[in-house]
C-alpha cells in the first residue's frame, strides 16, 4: 500500500519531468502585433521554460501566440498543473533519491520542500533564484505586487524589454527574470 502512494507522490511530482509541458507553454514570448488599433494594451502571462514559471509582459492586444494567459494563475496550472514542485528555474535535481535535510543532497545541494516529497536541488541555482525575488531596488522603493484574486502577487517578466512594469515603476533584471519595484 505504502509503495503505490510513494508512486503517486513522486509520479505526481515528477511527472512534468517525465512528459514535458504542455505545447503551448513552450512557445516563445509573442507581445502581439504592432501597431494594433483595435485591441487593448494590458498585462499578460506567458509561461518562460528556462525561468519554469509564469512571467509577465504587456500585450498589444492584437495576434500573439497561445503562450497567452490572462492571470499568473492560469498560466501555472496550465503549464505546470498543480501540485508541480520542484528546482528552480526547472532545473534538474541533484540526487533522484528523496531528501529529508540538506545532509541528504551533499555539499553542492539544498533539500527543498516539494508538495508530496522533498527534492535535493543545486544550490547555486537555488540561491540566485531566490535572490532575483528580492532584488535590489532604487533607494526609496520596493518590489511590486499586485493582487490577483485577493492575493498580494510580485509582478515579475522575462527581461525589462516585456514592458510590464506600470507608469512610474523601475525595472531590475536579475538571473532569471525582471521584476518592478515603486
Not at 536541488?121 to 485577493?150: F, M, R, T
Request: hydrophobic share 25%.
Amino acid at each position: 500500500m505504502y509503495s503505490i502512494i510513494f508512486f503517486v507522490a513522486v509520479f505526481t511530482t515528477l511527472s512534468p519531468f517525465v512528459f514535458g509541458i504542455p505545447d503551448e507553454c513552450k512557445l516563445p514570448l509573442n507581445m502581439g502585433k504592432t501597431p494594433c488599433k483595435e485591441g487593448k494594451k494590458e498585462i499578460r502571462y506567458h509561461f518562460d521554460t528556462k525561468a519554469y514559471m509564469p512571467l509577465a509582459f504587456e500585450y498589444t492586444g492584437c495576434g500573439g501566440n497561445k503562450n497567452n494567459f490572462k492571470s499568473e494563475g492560469e498560466c501555472r496550472l496550465t503549464c505546470t498543473g498543480f501540485d508541480y514542485s520542484g528546482c528552480a528555474a526547472g532545473s534538474a535535481p541533484v540526487k533522484t533519491d528523496p531528501c529529508q535535510t540538506d545532509k541528504d543532497c551533499g555539499p553542492k545541494g539544498i533539500c527543498k520542500s516539494g508538495n508530496q516529497i522533498n527534492t535535493c536541488c543545486d544550490k547555486k541555482i537555488e540561491k540566485s533564484y531566490d535572490a532575483d525575488w528580492s532584488p535590489k531596488c532604487p533607494k526609496g522603493k520596493k518590489v511590486l505586487k499586485v493582487e490577483q484574486g485577493g492575493i498580494p502577487i510580485t509582478v515579475v517578466g522575462k527581461t525589462c524589454k516585456s514592458k510590464f512594469c506600470p507608469a512610474g515603476a523601475t525595472c531590475v533584471e536579475g538571473t532569471y527574470f525582471a521584476t518592478c519595484c515603486k
